[in-house]
């Protein structure tokens, strides 16, 4: 059999990882600032890591979630504590499209209402509904396309309140900061009004922080920048440092129903065990500031470089835009100065590492990128 070919692929095998940096499988080191699409949050193979998912994966893999998940209670606890939502609750999926899938989903159940607001350059993923509020329509199929979404532009204020006057929306949902859309920062302006918006015509505020979350943006979420709180919010990617596993945070405002939400693999004993592991981790090195104040180094060297046409960013989540096509130079990132990093559209090169880049990476990213302009 075949591997389905859907991924244009780079001629290079990852066999192993450490920290910041990777290995292929001739041994050459590869610096990291991709974390493999944002998802490496506490470095590759972190001791603590490896040791709670092998110790766990020998204890108990799996089992179903018809019975009591101890390790379920200990995640929601402390990731309640660290990300400053104690009173919402945790449900616990697989991947950023199924949090989304969900949150799109609870939201309707609790409103009864069906139309859903999403923003230009928006990306939620791959399955029904959260494709269907994605702006890129060459990922809809025609089998996705019966839901009855609107899209406006971000910061825009003033188209919010048009559509939103209507009172036929059920939720809104925009991310913490655009990542395939080129990182893209919402106004924290325009997030508090958003926020007062959907309170007024009692519409859900649903916020993605698949990518934008987890300490990534220097704050555990990038929209508290704005002081505000969502209604729900969806995390993936680092929560669990590249164990398949995501999360739809609750405010206590939505009844749980039995049965109205669910899954098999969704919570099982060795992603939790790894989760839980993740936050420790972050607590204890210290990582959400880590990524503030390298994130903020970074941001202000590589603003003083010449012939960039912008560079944005908060903490590790960083856009870099050319006035060209940035092929070439990501090629001779990678194959001449052996630096892993991520693209949006054509022209922008993505820096998502993982959160504890030293500022000696931060040094040596610069430099060898200053080699290939
Ligand atoms: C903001 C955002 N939402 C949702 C997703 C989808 O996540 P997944 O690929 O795990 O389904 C992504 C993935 O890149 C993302 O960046």
Redesign the pocket.
Known sequence: MNLFDVYPLFPIEITRGKGCHVYDKEGTEYLDLYGG??VISVGHAHPDYVKAISDQVAQLGFYSNSVVNGLQRRLAEKLGKVCGYDDYALFLIN????A?ENALKLASFHNGKKQVLAFKHS????TAA?VKVTDIPKYVAPVNEGMEVNFVELNDIDAVRRELSKGTYSSVII?GIQ??GGIQIPDDGFMQALRAECDKHDVVLIL?E???GYGRSGKFFAHQYAGIKADLITV??GICNGFPM?GLIISPKFTPVYGQLGTTFGGNHLGCAGAIAVLDIIEKEHLIENAAKVGAWLLNELKGIKGLKEVRGRGLMIGLEFEQPIKEIRRKLLFEQHVFTGVAGTNTIRLLPPLCLTQADAEEFVKRFKKCL
């Open positions: 699409h944002a991947s950023g499209a199924e989304n990306f939620h993923g791959r959260a991310e990542g395939i993605d698949i990518q934008s993936a990617k995501s």
